[in-house]
Nanobody, 115 residues
């Protein structure tokens, strides 16, 4: 059974940075496309960034140039570097894994950007 565990959330001031990490267990990590999504209070969940098994990355327009997704197949981990954070980046960030029509989600980690 694939499990995803996120870490690294927290509270920062606008302009600050955070690094989120997600550890996948129970599966062959290098086969999975990985992604991060977020859900702000009162809003629908939205995709933030994704990276294919081959390492190709894509970003939502709202985070381009500020967020960077990366993967380490040796550690079974995907990271999301969040720079120049804005209050509208506040929300619960979820790690997701996709392979062979299967989709898995982590429990989420809270990111709060406030002065």
């Amino acid at each position: 059974q694939v499990q995803l565990v996120e870490s690294g959330g927290g509270s920062v001031q606008p302009g600050g940075s955070l690094r989120l990490s997600c550890l996948l267990s129970g599966g062959v990590f290098e086969l999975y496309a990985m992604a991060w999504a977020r859900q702000a209070p009162g809003k629908r969940r939205e995709s933030v960034a994704g990276i294919t098994a081959g390492g190709y990355s894509q970003y939502a327009d709202s985070v381009k140039g500020r967020f960077t997704i990366s993967r380490d197949n040796a550690k079974n981990m995907v990271d999301l570097q969040l720079n120049n954070l804005k209050p509208e980046d506040t929300g619960v960030y979820y790690c997701t894994a996709f392979y062979n029509n299967m989709e898995y989600w982590g429990q989420g980690t809270q990111v709060t950007v406030s002065s």
